[in-house]
């Protein structure tokens, strides 16, 4: 059975693409806006890996759907250049992100603001691209809120990152406190 789903998955119509191949990109990238939202609204397992890992990789592909698609600097200019107020935002509502902790394990929640701003550029791009992939207006103002949502899950993740270390230093603060104070205690 599998053979017969890769043949039919991969066989050409007539302007020589693969017809099922757009169906499959877009499952797959619904899985991941659907395994994002939902870890995003339930709570995140934290580490500094984990927290850096999908700003840089939009990082990443802005840059290389930039360079790739515009002969224009000013459009890379302008790509790169709403980059800066999205970290700003992604400061401003990270704040209203939550860490928390589980157990022992430190955990976060990202604000739901930031995730519809995530899903509606992701959105916004893959219509595009399937929709209108040859106008490069379209495309350029994709881009550029593709940047500013990169900018935007940056400054939220520094903001979960100081949010995480004040809540170790804190508890570090908490435990010498009690230390001490039974040392005290011991002496009298």
């Known amino acids: 059975?599998?053979?017969?789903?890769?043949?039919?998955?991969?066989?050409?119509?007539?302007n020589g693409s693969a017809p099922y191949s757009d169906y499959f990109f877009l499952v797959f990238?619904?899985?991941?806006?659907?395994?994002?939202l939902r870890t995003g609204l339930n709570g995140r397992k934290y580490s500094y890996a984990r927290m850096m890992r999908r700003?840089?990789?939009?990082?990443v592909l802005t840059?290389?759907?930039?360079?790739?698609?515009?002969?224009?600097?000013l459009y890379m200019l302008a790509v790169a250049i709403?980059?800066?107020?999205?970290?700003?935002?992604?400061?401003?509502?990270?704040?209203?992100?939550?860490?928390?902790k589980q157990g022992d394990i430190i955990m976060y929640k990202s604000n739901p603001i930031i995730l519809i701003v995530w899903l509606v550029s992701l959105i916004a791009r893959i219509f595009v691209e399937f929709?209108?992939?040859?106008?490069?207006?379209?495309?350029?103002?994709?881009e550029v809120l593709l940047s500013f949502t990169s900018g935007i899950l940056?400054?939220?993740?520094?903001?979960?990152?100081?949010?995480?270390k004040n809540m170790n230093s804190g508890e570090n603060q908490d435990q010498t406190a009690s230390i001490f104070e039974s040392d005290m205690n011991e002496a009298t």
């Open 63 to 73: 840059v290389i759907l930039a360079l790739s698609l515009y002969e224009n600097y």
């Open 29 to 36: 990238i619904g899985l991941i806006m659907f395994r994002y």
């Open 131 to 142: 929709e209108y992939p040859t106008n490069i207006d379209g495309i350029f103002y994709t």
């Open 55 to 59: 700003p840089i990789i939009y990082i």
């Open 1 to 14: 059975m599998i053979p017969f789903i890769y043949f039919t998955a991969t066989q050409s119509n007539n």
């Open 154 to 164: 940056l400054g939220e993740a520094f903001n979960i990152v100081n949010k995480v």
């Open 82 to 100: 709403a980059f800066l107020p999205g970290i700003f935002f992604g400061d401003k509502f990270g704040k209203l992100s939550s860490v928390y």
